[in-house]
């Protein structure tokens, strides 16, 4: 791979992304909405304010492998928002469409490892704020898979669960963690014993350049850690990193009846057909987190 653009360059992984794929001599056109007040956070990117609605009337230079990791409403309220995600469906469409029109070899799309909740979110009656977030990443996968045969671009869907690291957002749990343990306001939690695997943001961004360049044999890869333990466990790790005494309210918020599984973190594949492994890991990323906290720049 010697080029590649980039949909969603300026936010929390597409920065750790762009700056990946740099450093490995690729050339990288960023794709980011007008309004984006990240551009600073991006060097030696050829930069291109065009948000997701426009991307048909994108006419940058074809690339090698097309990211897509634009997605409004993947954090925060906007999850709940069903109009907003029908729309993420859309555009990601397109997002492919263009890939090809662009003559790309290969797109490359993010997903999300709750997308394997969806059977539970249908079984159950009650709403939960991100099941339109989980219905539509689903959807787009499904349709983009089916769509790429269709049009004749190579396919990869990057499935990925919570990962952490400079530029986190606000809305996410670790950063809710580590912000309480760090201004001595106890985080609450439910009962904290499913399985998780919060994997370094630096880590996701080598996965998903080893996926735009190597030859591979899948259509789906799972990018994680590799160690995955119960959330419980993560959090007593994080509070002993930063060396604080602020309790942990484990079990003060009831169960959300969602059960995870550690067969969803399975690196086998990725591992097999590009050699990842991750090498950043859960301390170090706790650390970058609490940084870019102090820094101020948290929004």
């Known amino acids: 791979m010697k080029s590649a653009i980039v949909t969603g360059a300026t ?4 920065t750790h992304l762009c700056s990946e794929l740099l450093k490995n001599d690729i050339k990288v056109t960023g794709l980011a ?5 990240n551009r600073k956070r991006l060097q030696d990117v050829t930069l291109v304010w065009c948000g997701m609605d426009d991307y048909d009337f994108f006419e940058g230079e074809t690339a090698d ?14 999850r709940d928002n069903e109009e907003l995600q029908v729309k993420n469906i859309a555009r990601t469409v397109k997002a492919l469409k263009t890939a090809k029109r662009l003559g790309c070899r290969r797109f490359v799309a993010l997903g999300t490892v709750y997308e394997n909740l969806v059977p539970q979110i249908l079984m159950d009656a009650r709403h939960r704020k991100p099941d339109f977030y989980l219905l539509s990443k689903q959807s787009s996968h499904y349709i983009c898979r089916k769509l790429a045969e269709k049009l004749d671009i190579e396919f990869v869907w990057a499935t990925i669960f919570q990962p952490i690291g400079r530029y986190i957002k606000k809305e996410q749990v670790m950063t809710y963690a580590i912000t309480g343990l760090l201004c001595g306001e106890p985080p609450e939690f439910g009962p904290a014993m499913e399985p998780y695997d919060i994997t370094a943001v630096e880590d996701i961004a080598y996965g998903l350049k080893l996926l735009g ?17 119960i959330m419980k466990e993560y959090l007593m790790r994080a509070r002993k990193v930063l060396g604080v005494d602020t309790e942990l309210k484990i079990g003060a918020r009831p169960d959300d009846g969602l059960r995870f599984s550690y067969d969803w973190y399975d690196i086998s594949a990725i591992k097999k057909d590009t050699g990842y492994s991750a090498h950043v890991g859960f301390e ?16």
């Open 213 to 229: 360049n190597c030859e591979l044999t899948r259509k789906e890869y799972y990018i994680g850690s590799g160690s995955p333990v």
């Open 65 to 78: 492998t097309f990211y897509h990791l634009a997605w409004e409403g993947a954090t925060g309220n906007g």
């Open 33 to 37: 909405r007008k309004d984006s007040t």
């Open 11 to 14: 936010g929390f992984i597409g």
């Open 284 to 299: 170090q990323a706790v650390v970058n987190v609490a940084e870019w906290v102090k820094s101020g720049e948290l929004i």
